[in-house]
């Protein structure tokens, strides 16, 4: 008697669709690295455009001839015998210089006091003062930023300057001044040409 015959019946399973790539995982983990690259690079560029504090000189020459006419006007100051003290009054909202001179010395009717940041010449700020009753000279003003300012003290027409370190807030000591005293800031001394480049015809 012949062996009973089985019928298997085999089933076709179809597999499933596919997913798009950006439902894994992966792909975006690779990508998150160039990107933070970019973001990165987008944020200096604009933190270098935003902040350009003009460190580097680009004319040596120029430069120098005005540092050459800083130091006589350093060297006028001490020729009038000035002295000075310069201070914020009313919770930092007035600026007051006490200014004297040799006898003989005429002083001006306004004064400029300039702070300059000792690395930013972006946050530079320049005050103009009066002449008081008094004789001081004061005007508005809000104490710059916190920082070791470099405040320099000059009359309108440029004629001397005196100048120091000074922190420039409300509750400072006095910054206290004397004419022909070397006065620090980015700029206190001639500056030479590069070796090997010759002095521009005039």
Request: proline residues 11%.
């Amino acid at each position: 008697m012949p062996a009973p015959v089985h019928h298997l019946h085999t089933m076709t399973t179809t597999p499933p669709p596919a997913r798009p790539w950006y439902h894994y995982r992966a792909p975006w983990l690779l990508m998150l690295g160039p990107s933070a690259v970019v973001v990165a690079g987008v944020i200096t560029i604009w933190l270098a455009v935003k902040s350009d504090d003009g460190l580097v000189v680009e004319d040596y020459y120029k430069e120098g001839k005005a540092i050459n006419r800083v130091l006589r006007r350093e060297e006028a100051a001490a020729a009038m015998g000035l002295t000075g003290v310069v201070r914020f009054e009313a919770a930092g909202h007035l600026l007051r210089v006490g200014l004297r001179a040799a006898p003989g010395a005429e002083l001006p009717q306004s004064l400029e006091v300039l702070f300059s940041h000792p690395t930013r010449a972006g946050l530079d700020q320049t005050v103009r003062l009066q002449r008081a009753p008094d004789g001081d000279y004061v005007g508005a003003a809000t104490p710059p930023g916190e920082a070791s300012w470099h405040v320099l003290v000059q009359d309108a027409a440029g004629e001397w300057r005196m100048g120091g370190r000074w922190p420039a807030q409300a509750g400072s000591a006095p910054l206290q001044l004397v004419g022909g005293a070397a006065v620090t800031g980015p700029v206190r001394e001639p500056i030479g040409l590069p070796p090997g480049v010759p002095p521009p015809s005039r």
